[in-house]
């Protein structure tokens, strides 16, 4: 069957592709627009920079197998709402939540799910706000919502992310009990140095709001 369903996931792929592909488009050009208006009112870039990606459909297939999601492939792409993704690296913890509020002031835009992973990380240690988000898509004949994740994080915690699943991809399974101690270790570091960054970026904003020009 994992055959016949990768061939059957092909056969769209192109349309699939097309489709996440013009999403991704729109939410992107709405997170510039709002960082280059913050940037004139606050001079400040809540966004560090963004990267993006359509999933392959290998990785369709092997998250649609863990889920128990249906074999019919467009049933399948309206059950995974993280086909279309985009990885917004804020430079500090307030900023992610700024980009956030925002996105979420957004009438057409609709917010289907939210996972905080800071305020709650999880147990290996990852952090990350997780936003699923549905936005319309004009296309020559119709009009399509179609869902993107949008993860925002600072850079530390991108660098750990980053790092975690290059090693997990490593090991190829189970990480040893004190490797997986030490990145949450590691994480719990990191989140200590962003409130660190945070406390001394709001104090220099303070200072320059204060100061009499
Ligand atoms: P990729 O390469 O980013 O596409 P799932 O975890 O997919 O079974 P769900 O509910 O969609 O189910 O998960 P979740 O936690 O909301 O988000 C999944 C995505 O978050 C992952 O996508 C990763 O990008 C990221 N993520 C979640 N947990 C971790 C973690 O422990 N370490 C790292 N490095 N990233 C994590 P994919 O599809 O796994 O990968």
Same mark, same amino acid.
């Given at each position: 069957r994992q055959n016949s369903d990768l061939k059957n996931i092909m056969m769209i792929y192109a349309k699939i592709h097309k489709n996440y592909t013009a999403a991704i488009r729109e939410v992107k050009t709405k997170l510039q627009n709002l960082d280059d208006d913050f940037q004139l009112l606050h001079?400040?870039?809540? $966004?560090?920079h963004m990267e993006s990606r359509i999933k392959s459909p290998e990785s369709i297939l092997e998250k649609a197998n863990r889920k128990g999601f249906s074999s019919d492939v467009n049933q399948m792409c309206k059950q995974m709402l993280d086909i279309a993704g985009i990885r917004v690296i804020c430079c500090y913890i307030n900023d992610i939540y700024i980009v956030a509020d925002l996105l979420k002031k957004? *009438?057409?835009? *609709? $917010? $289907?799910r939210e996972v905080d992973y800071i305020k709650n990380p999880k147990d290996n240690g990852y952090r990350s706000l997780h936003l699923i988000v549905e936005i319309p898509v004009f296309f020559v004949h119709r009009v399509e919502k179609i869902p993107v994740e949008i993860q925002i994080r600072t850079m530390a915690m991108d660098f750990w992310a980053s790092l975690e699943h290059q090693l997990r991809y490593k090991a190829e399974g189970e990480i040893p009990k004190f490797i997986a101690e030490e990145l949450k270790e590691c994480s719990e570091n990191i989140a200590h140095s962003d409130l660190q960054m945070q406390k001394v970026h709001s104090f220099l904003e303070d200072l320059d709001r204060f100061t009499p020009k």
């Open positions: 001079k400040h870039n809540p $966004i560090h957004q *009438s057409d835009l *609709s $917010i $289907i």
